[in-house]
């Protein structure tokens, strides 16, 4: 399974234009990545149904969800960060504030994915000179959408603890960066 899920890492080509943001449909950014990989895989599958069916928040949640596990194997990770996870994740977020399963799952995940490698550890299957070539230079794209959407999710959610505790441990890992305590400071 880990193998199979993030099998085509080493061998992808994927565009990736760091100024671009995850949309529902078919964004220029999505048609690239979807058009220059080598094969597909799991991962590769899950997110661009994620992309694909943006408006429907039981897959957006179940697919939160299985990010989750799969963000604890290394591989897996950097592929779910190189095909743009946290893109997608801070969509269903965006796109789905009021519905409880979508926000504590995308929480969920995001803990998972905003801790970086010590060293930040290269997105290898990244070929485009204009985009992050770690998991840091990445994050710090995305680091205000992250903190924006967790704090809006503990203003929609303030009275489930369920929530609370998600979205301060997303809080928390972001912290660990001292480079992004103003961006958490002023959202």
Not at 48 to 67: G, K, T
Request: with cysteine; net charge negative.
């Amino acid at each position: 399974f880990d193998n199979s899920m993030a099998e085509s890492t080493s061998s992808a080509s994927l565009s990736y234009l760091s100024n671009a943001s995850s949309t529902a449909g078919g964004s220029s950014l999505n048609q690239q990545k979807e058009s220059s990989l080598n094969g597909l895989n799991g991962i590769f599958i899950m997110l661009s149904s994620m992309r694909r069916f943006a408006s429907e928040p039981e897959l957006q949640a179940m697919a939160c969800w299985a990010l989750v596990n799969l963000a604890l194997v290394p591989a897996q990770k950097t592929m779910i960060l190189s095909l743009g996870g946290i893109e997608v994740t801070l969509n269903a977020m965006r796109l789905h504030p009021n519905n409880f399963d979508v926000q504590f799952r995308a929480l969920f995940a995001l803990i998972n994915l905003v801790v970086t490698s010590q060293p930040p550890k290269a997105l290898s299957v990244i070929t485009d000179p204009r985009g992050p070539k770690t998991e840091k230079e990445l994050l710090d794209l995305v680091v205000d959408d992250v903190a924006s959407l967790v704090v809006s999710a503990m203003k929609n959610f303030c009275s489930s603890g369920t929530i609370l505790n998600r979205a301060c441990l997303v809080l928390h890992n972001l912290a660990q960066n001292h480079e992004y305590q103003p961006a958490l400071l002023w959202t």
